[in-house]
Nanobody
């Protein structure tokens, strides 16, 4: 059974940094997409960043501020978030997409999900 567990969320001041981690058990996904989505209160879940052998992909809102990375075995994915803004406040979810990545990325196409971790950015 595949399980994804996020950690590293918390609170930060605007302009600060946080690093999210996601550990995967029950499978390895070195050839698949691994990434992050977020969901703010009252809003739909939205794509943040993804990484695959073909490259790294970012939402416009985080380009230049966030960096996605992974371990070589496909058992962990990370999100370094710098220059945080209050609008980054959300629950962040890591996810795995088997096969081809499609953009814009739809949460419905991603197969495995973590339980989410809260990120709160104050001004």
């Amino acid at each position: 059974q595949v399980q994804l567990v996020e950690s590293g969320g918390g609170s930060a001041q605007a302009g600060g940094s946080l690093r999210l981690s996601c550990e995967v058990s029950g499978g390895t996904f070195s050839n698949d997409g691994m990434g992050w989505f977020r969901q703010a209160p009252g809003k739909e879940r939205e794509f943040v960043a993804a990484i695959k052998m073909t490259g790294r992909y970012y939402a416009d809102a985080v380009t230049g501020r966030f960096t996605v990375s992974r371990d070589g075995a496909g058992s962990a994915v990370y999100l370094q978030m710098n220059d945080l803004k209050p609008e980054d406040t959300a629950v962040y979810y890591c996810a795995v997409k088997i096969g081809i990545l499609h953009f814009p990325a739809s949460p419905h196409e991603w197969e495995y999900w973590g339980q989410g971790t809260q990120v709160t950015v104050s001004s």
